[in-house]
């Protein structure tokens, strides 16, 4: 079974500029999460999909921060414009449902300078 | 009160040891709960799913308590590869802590 993808591995910017991550769930997983890693801290979560729909963003940044799952697949996270505190690994999971153990990707670590 | 919390560590310890971890939860209505292992610069991976009626797999242990909103890891006889950052996951919407971080010693 493929793991989830993610892309690109690496990204360093300058504050301000617009940065975007992408994920490819495992096939089939229809729940798909978003996380920011801050060194030292856990994953925080950003917002959940299920199919392509948000069940959950409460905790993403929407003046800065947007993300969509168009045909409930593949999914994109934008950060426009970054902050010097948005620098973290953000990670992609997905399940098969809510409630599932989470399979991860390996994460896009950002650099914002 | 953050909805869900960690032992903050470090915990060093030699091997061979026994140790536990508890996390504690907010959210009285969750029903799913997992023990995820991270090591450093790499991402989560399922270490194990905790059940009501707790579960071992190997060296390791896991316990749910709904009466007091905790979950805990207990392994055993610790190995050096199991030094790692130790994640608690809890509910549909799959909420960690911070981590707890073990470092097994010779």
């Known amino acids: 079974e493929a793991g989830v993808a993610q892309s690109p591995r690496y990204k360093i910017i300058e504050k301000r500029q617009s940065v975007a991550f992408w994920c490819n769930p495992i096939s089939g997983h229809a729940t798909l999460y978003w996380y920011q890693q801050i060194l030292g801290q856990g994953p925080k979560l950003l917002i959940q999909f299920q199919n392509n729909g948000v069940v959950d963003d409460s905790q993403l940044p929407k003046d800065r921060f947007s993300a969509e799952r168009l045909k409930g697949v593949d999914s994109t996270l934008k950060i426009q414009p970054a902050k010097l505190e948005d620098s973290a690994v953000y990670l992609c999971?997905?399940?098969?449902?809510?409630?599932?153990?989470?399979?991860f990707g390996n994460g896009t670590r950002l650099t914002v300078t | 009160r953050k909805e869900v919390e960690q032992d903050p560590g470090p915990f060093n310890v030699p091997e061979g040891a026994t140790v536990a971890f508890n996390c504690t939860y907010s959210n009285s209505a969750s029903q799913s709960f997992f023990w995820y292992r991270q090591d450093c610069r790499k991402e989560p991976k399922l270490l194990m799913s905790?059940?009501?009626s707790g579960n071992e797999d190997g060296r390791f242990t896991a316990q749910l308590n709904r009466a007091s909103q905790y979950i805990s890891l207990l392994i055993r006889d610790s190995k050096l590869s199991d030094s790692a950052t130790y994640l608690c996951?809890?509910?549909?919407?799959?909420?960690f802590g911070a981590g707890t971080r073990l470092t097994v010693k010779p």
């Open positions: 996951g809890v509910g549909n919407d799959m909420r």
């Open positions: 905790v059940y009501s």
């Open positions: 999971a997905s399940s098969d449902r809510r409630g599932s153990p989470l399979h």
